[in-house]
């Protein structure tokens, strides 16, 4: 009786084993089938390729960061950013979702959501110079010049050949009646 019972745990111990692996697999191919899709600019029809990988693994991170990057590239913003949100809670330090839903809620005009996405990429990652920058732009967006100019500065030390952070600054400045500041390049 023993042995019944303990090769009948086996065998179903097995059985979910199996299916488990069947349904990864299958969660793999339709992940990679999405990749396909989004690569060729079948969007829509990647985000249905990554909602059945999904289905099929819920914890698939990469699935729900590349069905983000489709969803943004539809202007889909809020989507995007559901998808973020379960990227940061499934992987709490991944930098690129943080900085593309700070993107995703600047393109919605939620600029304080986006300063904080841009906030948490700079603590991860002190030398993006994409996140100080696109912060800068945040608080220009806000009428928060004085702070712009703060994170245009940190961009311009990172990458002083940007010429676009350098004008971005001089707006700022302009902006704050600081005409001289405007041509000062340094």
């Known amino acids: 009786m023993r042995k019944f ?3 009948t745990i086996l065998l179903l111990a097995l059985s979910l084993v199996a299916i488990t692996y ?3 697999s299958d969660a793999y191919k339709h992940y990679n089938d999405g990749l396909a899709l989004q690569k060729q600019g079948n969007l829509q029809e990647a985000i249905e390729e990554y909602d ?7 914890l698939n991170v990469d ?9 943004s590239r539809l202007g889909q913003y809020e989507q995007a950013i559901d998808d ?3 990227v940061i809670r499934l992987d709490p330090l991944n930098v690129v979702a943080y900085y593309n839903r700070g993107i995703a809620y600047s393109r919605l005009g939620y600029y304080e959501q986006a300063i904080e996405d841009y906030g948490e990429v700079i603590r991860l990652e002190p030398l993006n110079v994409d996140a100080y920058y696109n912060r800068g732009i945040a608080h220009s967006r806000l009428g928060q010049y004085e702070q712009a100019i703060e994170d245009y500065d940190k961009a ?3 990458d002083p050949l940007n010429v676009d952070i350098y004008w971005d600054r001089g707006i700022a400045y302009s ?7 405007v041509i000062e390049l340094r």
């Open 5 to 7: 019972i303990f090769v």
């Open 22 to 24: 069947g349904c990864l």
């Open 52 to 58: 059945e990988a999904i289905r099929l693994d819920p």
């Open 63 to 71: 699935a729900y960061y590349n069905r983000g990057i489709a969803h």
């Open 84 to 86: 973020y949100d379960e």
């Open 156 to 158: 311009i030390r990172l």
């Open 175 to 181: 902006r704050l009646g600081q005409y001289e500041q």
